[in-house]
């Protein structure tokens, strides 16, 4: 056998109860398969994905907290360290019921690509709770945060491990966390966690980086393709953050989204969630925690919802942008939306928002598939230049912000297709996207010898 599928048998016997795991590494290794079999024996010599595919650190640690009510309960914590090969661990918290090991480390191993992509000096990691903050008052997230800071205190710092947020972390549960993390170790030290309130060293332009980077990149494809976001309809998934980041920039550069989606379904306006009371309602549907994306066609009269179904296929728009969980788009959505001839484009913003099946498919069929370790790394990006500012003890403006940002994502839309062409693969954004992060950090791991 090649030396993938070698490394590949071994993880999937190794780790055969972590399917998110095994999907994001299969994807990622079969794509790199160009790139290996250029010099095999080296890389098996080397035991170069090995190294590649195995994280650094694992912590895993209990999380006791008390409720409103006096009742104690315990979550489970979670930080993977995966690569630090081109910097310090940089990665989100994301506080959701659906988070254990094999999710982690899935999202861990797609940062470290992800970071090694924006071209700045930041390896990857990832972590968080399976703790569901809906439903849970103020008072029982800071006690939750508080606790979960101090087991994580001990694995983080400026130059070691930087988390910010990621789902159901906000700027909110950050400032919590850093209060503990200040109280415990005694010093300001404000670069130890990104996605911070501006006050105590936040960045301007955090809350809208992933969805603003994710337009940027689709502002850089549409360019070689001959076509604007002006004019352009988008349908999205989830009503978060990210995808009022989104909806925000489409709406600024003249596009017009015309459905979000939720847990309980999704809504369809086709006049376009395009005015400022549309778009700031999002945000207030996010804060209350309610989950239900129904409270929108419940204010606004020119929305439809369609109750316990997926947008995919069922709505006509330009472009499809899932932005919500892993997993999102299925094969049997993937073939709803080609049967109904509404897009070719499929722009991920979610992390690993497409099965496998459904990847293929999209590729088999000649669909432009943009990959979210490329669209979604604005949000980490953004979080670096946090990081910068807070190491610098300096502040740079919106303005600023948001140029370094444009940049950085037309950089890393050249990047992979650039990295596509050279490997003979044009035109495949998933493999470039694969191949250019993969570059970078092999390249860094062999100058630091087997370690």
């Not at 990149?217 to 998934?237: A, R, Y």
């Not at 992979?416 to 050279?422: E, Q, S, V, Y």
């Amino acid at each position: 056998m090649s030396y993938v599928d070698d490394v590949l048998a071994m993880i999937e016997k190794r780790d055969a109860n972590e399917p998110e795991f095994l999907q994001t590494v299969r994807e990622v290794l079969n794509s790199l398969r160009p790139m290996i079999e250029k010099n095999e024996e080296h890389y098996r010599k080397e035991a170069l994905l090995e190294r590649l595919t195995e994280p650094e650190k694992l912590h895993e640690f209990r999380v006791p907290w008390v409720d409103d009510n006096g009742q104690a309960h315990v979550n489970r914590g979670f930080r993977v360290q995966f690569n630090s090969a081109i910097g310090p661990y940089k990665g989100g918290l994301r506080f959701q019921p659906s988070v254990n090991l094999s999710v982690m480390k899935f999202l861990a191993f797609e940062q470290m690509f992800k970071n090694s992509l924006t071209g700045l000096p930041i390896g990857g990691g990832k972590g968080g709770s399976d703790f569901n903050p809906k439903g849970r008052s103020d008072a029982e997230i800071m006690r939750f945060c508080q606790s979960f800071m101090t087991e994580l205190y001990r694995y983080i710092g400026p130059d070691e491990d930087c988390p910010a947020g990621d789902m159901g972390v906000g700027g909110k549960e950050i400032g919590y966390m850093y209060g503990q993390y200040k109280r415990i170790v005694g010093e300001y030290k404000n670069g130890a966690l990104s996605g911070k309130p501006i006050p105590f060293g936040g960045s301007v332009g955090r809350d809208t980086a992933t969805g603003y980077g994710a337009t940027y990149f689709v502002e850089e494809l549409f360019k070689d393709l001959g076509k604007t976001i002006k004019g352009t309809t988008f349908c999205l998934s989830g009503f978060g953050n990210v995808c009022w980041g989104a909806t925000k920039k489409i709406s600024e550069l003249g596009g017009k989204v015309v459905a979000i989606s939720g847990p309980d379904g999704y809504v369809y306006d086709p006049d376009g969630i395009n005015t400022p009371e549309k778009i700031d309602y999002l945000v207030e549907m996010r804060n209350s925690r309610r989950d239900r994306v129904q409270d929108y066609s419940d204010k606004f009269t020119s929305a439809e919802f369609h109750a316990g179904q997926k947008a995919w296929g069922r709505v006509n728009a330009d472009v499809y942008m899932p932005c919500a969980m892993q997993n999102d788009i299925r094969i049997e959505d993937a073939k709803r939306i080609d049967e109904e001839g509404h897009s070719k484009i499929i722009i991920e913003v979610a992390n690993m928002p497409t099965t496998q099946e459904a990847v293929d498919f999209f590729l088999e069929k000649g669909y432009i598939l943009a990959p979210s370790k490329a669209v979604n790394a604005g949000g980490v990006a953004c979080s670096e230049f946090e990081m910068s500012q807070n190491a610098m003890k300096l502040s740079w403006t919106a303005e600023e912000v948001d140029e370094k940002l444009h940049r950085t994502m037309a950089n890393i839309y050249h990047n992979i297709t650039d990295a596509a062409k050279k490997y003979g693969m044009e035109g495949n954004m998933v493999a470039g996207a694969n191949l250019a992060g993969a570059d970078k950090i092999i390249q860094a791991m062999e100058g630091q010898g087997i370690c």
